[in-house]
């Protein structure tokens, strides 16, 4: 079993950035994959990026390529989203998640965060 928790969601203007932490725990991951998805009130929960726990296979949403990169740290048990150039539509609750197959499907993953909200303002 794995357990994460979000980190870092806050309030920030459009044009900003913003860093996601993920801190995870339990079952080694080795082989697992990760990825961060987003929910905005009343839409689909949305893939925004992925990678091998390793640091591998890195993939991203149409929506915020070129402006958001995600890493993992083994030592620290983290990954993490660097979030540039935000805009006002990048704004959701922010979720971690662990799955043991790539890809944007949320059916990919078994072990989810609590979220972590993201505001930009306009």
């Known amino acids: 079993q794995v357990q994460l928790v979000e980190s870092g969601g806050g309030l920030v203007q459009a044009g900003g950035s913003l860093r996601l932490s993920c801190a995870a725990s339990?079952?080694?991951?080795?082989?697992?994959?990760m990825g961060w998805f987003r929910q905005a009130p009343g839409k689909e929960r949305e893939f925004v990026a992925g990678?091998?726990?390793?640091?591998?296979?890195?993939d991203y949403g149409d929506s915020v390529k070129g402006r958001f990169t995600v890493a993992s740290d083994i030592p620290k048990n983290t990954v993490y989203l660097q979030m540039n150039n935000l805009k006002p539509e990048d704004t959701a609750v922010y979720y971690c998640?662990?799955?043991?197959?790539?890809?944007?499907?949320?059916?990919?993953?078994?072990?989810w965060g609590q979220g972590t909200q993201v505001t930009v303002s306009s």
């Open positions: 339990g079952r080694t991951l080795s082989s697992y994959v």
């Open positions: 998640a662990a799955g043991w197959v790539a890809g944007r499907s949320e059916g990919y993953y078994g072990y």
């Open positions: 990678l091998s726990w390793t640091g591998g296979n890195k």
